[in-house]
RNA sequence: AGGGGUGUCGCCAAGCGGUAAGGCACUGGAUUUUGAUUCCAGCAUUCCAAGGUUCAAAUCCUUGCACCCCUGCCA
């Protein structure tokens, strides 16, 4: 399966209109990347560079200094580097304004470009609207040897800001309104991260990334769709520069994704007022959000392979996201035993002493492959796998029942305790003799499999349970984002990697990256097909 | 005096005149010491709508309709 970029670039190879590919992802670095990000970074590298044998560079659109950090910077790399994109360099557009200005300087000389002196606020009303032609500036047709040494001394420093811009001469009457006199170049008295008081005037985005594009040999200028009334004027920029071979731009569809969202204003917003716990927080759709969470970058790479590339606005269902990880998971992760939420069951027909080390499969891949599990006279198990009133086609502990524990032993029901508020707080239990894990032959038949951690042999762990960040509309913060249990887990999961489990028949865990002690955030849940 | 885009299953998405791929979700059923996994089966007589061209239309034409983007000295 194919998609329209693909189409394009064997098109473009086919008819020999480019020898090679040469494609980049060009953030501007204000703000941390979100997995539609990442849908750009696969397509421009991954999908196109790596697929077709080409180039990808990662590069800064460093243009607006008000904006602009280099702690950006840094994240981005290592997001970037993270999903395993390898440019073939990093590039800062700023690197480039020099180059910038002087295109410019022969947009004057051609009588295309003109500084213009009008209020900020008069050249909004002048040019137009939908429905009325926009007006041509007084400055519109000073000489080219005027604009010159304007343009010149705008760039020496000797105006406000906001005082006077250097303007495209297109067409005020254009239905496209980014024909109609766009601003080229603003002043603005900024400290640039990177360049520092060297330029007080900078380009704005359809001069700038035309020209980063062009010096970069980028073929296929692959953007979203907002920027498609932009690209007229990107190739305006490119015929009159003269900056040859040209480039192209196409423009797809931005991710969606349903229960979360992705405005950079919004998830800020979230961070700010304390929300969440940072940009990182698990339940963030940033990279380092997922990352955070558990989610792998091949599992993120193989959602944006998934999701396709059109040009059709959609919200992608992030049930295809959890499938994702979920998939990847459930073939490369131990499995282990831990308890949300415990119940202290006690084995009535063994000593306090008793102990045991069983047998338990920890991987999937490694069939037969065994390390073993601590069993005892005392062990917890969940709170849901006892029931004393049970709903119809439960098949867990239950009154005068009998139920499995994985890779132990059946176990059947003797007694139980309720506390003051009426909850379970005590199941007593005995072992069905001849029915060990692998060698029953008992002739007893459980209902079911529940796991079980030993009492006596075991550590706290404090679980995060994340929900998603929106609730269904999409609209409304989802107040149960994150609940949080206290339980416990076998002593193996004591240590100091970051690693990914699946805690049987509760989900996937990987130990969070930030806390201190024994922390598991959820990563993804099982399938569920039971709805007792 | 408006312009630029997009409409194919609940959600994505192939399809490019020869009779609707695939994934996710969902529903059955089999196997299972995870209500997981795996397996097998089902899931668009129809492609925004209405006309037209054609032996043949999701694909071509016409006319509508719906939704998205554009009036920053943001990117």
Redesign the pocket.
């Known amino acids: ?4 970029i ?2 394009i670039i064997e098109n473009d190879l086919n008819s020999g209109r480019v020898k090679s590919i040469v494609t980049r992802f ?3 670095p ?1 703000g941390y990347l979100h997995i539609g990000h990442a849908k750009s970074i696969c397509l421009n590298y991954y999908g196109t560079a790596v697929k077709y044998n080409g180039k990808f560079f990662l590069r800064f ?4 200094p ?2 602009e950090e280099d702690e950006y910077v840094k994240s981005i790399i290592e997001d970037v580097k993270f999903l395993g994109a390898q440019p073939i360099e990093i590039r800062f ?1 700023s690197d480039y304004f020099e180059f910038m200005f002087e295109c410019a300087v022969k947009l004057i000389n051609k009588g295309l470009a003109y500084v ?9 009303k002048m ?8 007006i041509n500036s007084k400055n519109r047709d000073k000489s080219i040897k005027e604009n010159l040494m304007l343009f010149s001394d705008m760039r020496e420093g000797k105006y406000k ?5 250097l303007r495209a001469k297109i ?8 024909f ?1 006199d ?2 080229l ?4 008295h900024i400290s640039h991260h990177r360049q520092k008081d060297k330029w007080c005037i ?5 001069f ?2 035309t020209i980063e594009d062009f010096l970069e040999g980028i073929t296929h200028s692959i953007c ?9 004027l990107y190739d305006w920029v490119a015929i009159n520069c003269e900056l040859t071979p040209a480039p192209n731009q196409y ?1 797809f ?1 931005r991710l ?1 994704l ?1 229960r979360t969202v992705m405005s950079k204003r919004h998830l800020k917003n979230l961070v700010d007022n304390k929300v969440v716990d940072g940009w990182d927080d698990p339940r963030m759709p940033t990279i380092q959000g997922l990352k955070r969470r558990g989610y792998t970058a091949s599992s993120i790479k193989t959602f944006c392979e ?12 992030i ?2 996201l ?3 990880i ?2 990847e998971l ?2 490369e992760a131990d ?1 282990a035993m831990a308890v949300l939420e415990p119940l202290r069951v006690e084995i009535v027909n063994r000593d306090k002493d008793f102990n045991e080390q069983l047998d338990f ?1 920890y991987n ?1 891949k490694l069939e037969g492959k065994i390390r073993k599990i601590s069993f005892s006279n005392e062990i917890y198990i969940e709170k849901d ?1 006892f029931c004393i009133d ?2 119809t ?4 502990l239950t009154v005068d029942g009998a139920v ?7 176990i059947k029901y003797v007694s139980h305790e309720v506390d003051k508020n009426g909850q379970v707080c005590l199941v007593r239990a005995e072992i069905v003799s001849n ?6 032959t008992s002739g007893v038949k ?6 079980f951690v030993d009492a006596k042999n075991c550590v706290d762990i404090e679980f995060r349970l994340y929900n998603y960040l929106m609730d269904e509309s999409g609209e409304k913060l989802n107040e149960q984002s994150l609940t949080v249990a206290k339980g416990k887990g076998e002593r193996v999961l004591e240590c100091d990697d970051i690693k990914t489990y ?5 989900g996937y865990f990987i130990k969070d990256s930030k806390s201190k002690g024994l922390v598991f955030n959820k990563v993804v849940g ?7």
Do not use: W
């Open positions: 399966m194919g998609n329209f693909e189409d060009p953030p501007e204000n659109d460093d243009t607006n008000a904006k557009a213009d002196d009008t209020p900020a606020e008069e050249i909004k040019r137009g609207d939908f429905n009325t032609s926009g800001d906001g005082q006077m811009v067409d005020m009457s254009s239905p496209n309104i980014n109609r766009p601003v170049y603003r002043i603005m900078y380009p704005m985005y359809d700038a990334h979203t769709l907002e920027f498609e009334n932009h690209r007229p423009e569809a969606n349903t998934k999701i396709g590339v059109s040009k059709a606005n959609s919200t992608v269902d049930a295809l959890e499938s994702c979920r998939q459930n073939d499995r499969e999937p796998d049970p709903p086609g439960y098949k867990r499995r524990l994985k890779g132990a032993y059946i029915s060990k894990s692998g060698s029953d459980a209902k079911g499999v529940i796991h699946q805690f049987l028949r509760n099982l399938k569920d097909s039971f709805n007792g």
